[in-house]
């Protein structure tokens, strides 16, 4: 049997060390395919039986859709884990959205460990799901944070799918937005009449989403919400109170108690590079939110300061993306200069600019927090916008360096 690992970056590692122990393909002939080890990885894909693809590989590359149709089976960690998974009997939860995700599922993870049931954390966060098989029971509980580029070729859903808001976002690499959407919708699309599906009851895109299941509906709302309010979190915005409340309902739903959710998600203090407090200096408050590539989340966290003077800081790779909501967040709210650096600033600035904030153009990250620092006494919010590649390795090492300089001021 000839075997394609397609990108070998932390999925395809964890691929190959599952496979390797795995009999059926004991006798197999295992090939590395990627990019840094070959600029013509993606030639003669159809010589392969199966074809195992990383996420960070799209599934609608030309290349890819050409095996496809030659009958080359295409599978990833994520199916490997849910066929796996599927036999041992443990409860699979599947989170998606286009942000939220890793919040709302560190936070179901934290109710349900304080609830001391068996849970794992896997996907899009924290350890590629194949690794945690070994260790999974029959009660075993599997957090699956799962974005558009692992869900693009899934044939299976998870038993409780969680549909967090939907708006564009990856058109760079989707064809549009329609292709964006289809891919979040085989979170429901396989599920059985046994199958839960939560979603935001809000979101048009999610509801649409539900739809498709076989399953249970469950829609969720932040109005008349009674376990606890906005003001009782430690973590800043409206989007967050959403995404505890998703967090909360689901766990209600698995029988935790009560008093377990509220002490849990009053004590959750978020997840780095997501609005997270830097530091305060001569009266100065810098906030990280390296985490935000999408101008709807760049909106959501203005409005998280809204009755604040601030000053935001945005720019970094395009991704082909509308920046209207950006520029509507900003004629509603107190900032008082954008300052943008990277590949788009020039696009930003030209969407923005008749929001009526004055916005200054500089060379990179660090020429614009010395510039923040010195038009401030308030509070500084990094909310990038935009993909991080064009200077950095990802959005951590983005948030990293921005903490570093922040750390460095005096």
């Not at 564009?168 to 046994?194: V, W």
Request: hydrophobic letters at 40%; proline letters at 3%.
């Amino acid at each position: 049997m000839e075997i394609a690992i397609l990108g070998f970056g932390r999925e395809g590692k964890a691929v190959l060390k599952f496979l390797r122990k795995t009999p059926q393909f004991k006798n197999a002939d295992i090939s590395i395919l990627d990019k840094k080890l070959n600029k013509d990885y993606l030639n003669n894909l159809d010589k392969f039986d199966i074809v195992f693809r990383s996420p960070g590989v799209p599934y609608n590359l030309p290349e890819i859709q050409k095996a496809v149709k030659k009958g080359v089976k295409f599978s990833s960690a994520t199916q490997l884990f849910f066929e796996s998974a599927e036999k041992i009997g443990c409860l699979t939860i599947g989170i998606t959205g286009t942000k939220g995700k890793g919040t709302t599922s560190t936070l179901l993870c934290k109710i349900l460990k304080a609830a001391k049931k068996n849970v794992y954390l896997a996907g899009n966060i924290g350890k590629p799901a194949v690794e945690i098989l070994p260790k999974l029971r029959k009660d075993s509980v599997v957090i699956l944070e799962l974005s558009s580029f692992q869900l693009q070729d899934l044939n299976f859903s998870p038993d409780i799918a969680v549909v967090l808001n939907i708006f564009p976002d990856h058109l760079d690499t989707h064809k549009n937005f329609k292709e964006y959407f289809d891919s979040k919708t085989q979170i429901a699309k396989h599920q059985n009449n046994r199958s839960k599906i939560f979603f935001d009851a809000a979101d048009k895109f999610a509801k649409n989403i539900a739809k498709l299941s076989k399953g249970e509906k469950i829609a969720v709302q932040t109005k008349n919400f009674e376990l606890f309010e906005l003001e009782d979190l430690k973590i800043a915005g409206e989007h967050n109170y959403k995404n505890a409340v998703m967090a909360a309902s689901v766990a209600r739903f698995l029988g935790v108690k009560l008093e377990i959710i509220k002490k849990t998600v009053k004590n959750f203090r978020g997840l780095r590079h997501r609005l997270e407090f830097v530091r305060k200096i001569n009266g100065v408050k810098f906030y990280n939110d390296s985490a935000s590539t999408n101008p709807y989340t760049a909106a959501a966290a203005i409005h998280a300061f809204s009755d604040q003077p601030k000053i935001l800081i945005a720019g970094g790779k395009d991704k082909n993306l509308n920046y209207s909501p950006l520029a509507d967040a900003l004629k509603k709210s107190n900032v008082k200069l954008v300052i943008l650096f990277g590949e788009n600033k020039k696009k930003i600035k030209k969407k923005i600019e008749k929001s009526g904030v004055p916005v200054k153009l500089v060379k990179n990250l660090k020429n614009a927090v010395d510039l923040a620092y010195q038009k401030t006494k308030s509070y500084v919010l990094f909310s990038p916008t935009s993909a991080s590649f064009d200077m950095f390795k990802d959005y951590q090492d983005r948030g990293e360096k921005f903490k570093k300089i922040i750390k460095w001021l005096k």
